[in-house]
């Protein structure tokens, strides 16, 4: 099965950028989860008045602190986008989406019609974009 969209009659139809750019931000997820995990790490060392904390570059004042927060909520928010967007394909399809997409398990081992992984897999990318406002 390729990642192309059923166009004939479908509501969920997206722009192909769009379709690609909600694609790849699922297949993307389980590196998110590793960013986050190791920011949220790292962001513990960092202690208060730490003078490594605010760095100089250029005549610049960087806040390290400030910039690693800003990177922990922008990748949760992410996450919590594409986590949601499962929600709207039904349970019995859910896991087997994660399958197919984030862990590249072929289709003819997932069960199922190959249509009915097409519509689902559809039905989940464009919930993807309009949670990530990629429309």
Do not use: C
């Amino acid at each position: 099965m390729n990642d192309y969209q059923v166009k004939k009659g479908n509501v969920y139809l997206l722009p192909q950028t769009v379709y690609r750019q909600a694609l790849y931000a699922v297949k993307d997820l389980t590196r998110l989860k590793r960013k986050l995990l190791y920011l949220q790490y790292d962001i513990a060392g960092i202690m208060p008045n730490d003078p490594s904390a605010v760095m100089s570059r250029g005549g610049s004042v960087s806040d390290l602190t400030g910039n690693r927060a800003s990177d922990i909520a922008l990748t949760e928010s992410r996450i919590k986008a594409i986590e949601s967007a499962f929600k709207q394909v039904p349970d019995k399809y859910r896991e087997g989406l994660k399958d197919k997409l984030i862990n590249d398990v072929p289709i003819s081992k997932l069960g199922y019609s190959v249509n009915t992984w097409k519509k689902w897999q559809q039905v989940l990318l464009y919930h993807v974009a309009i949670n990530l406002k990629l429309l």
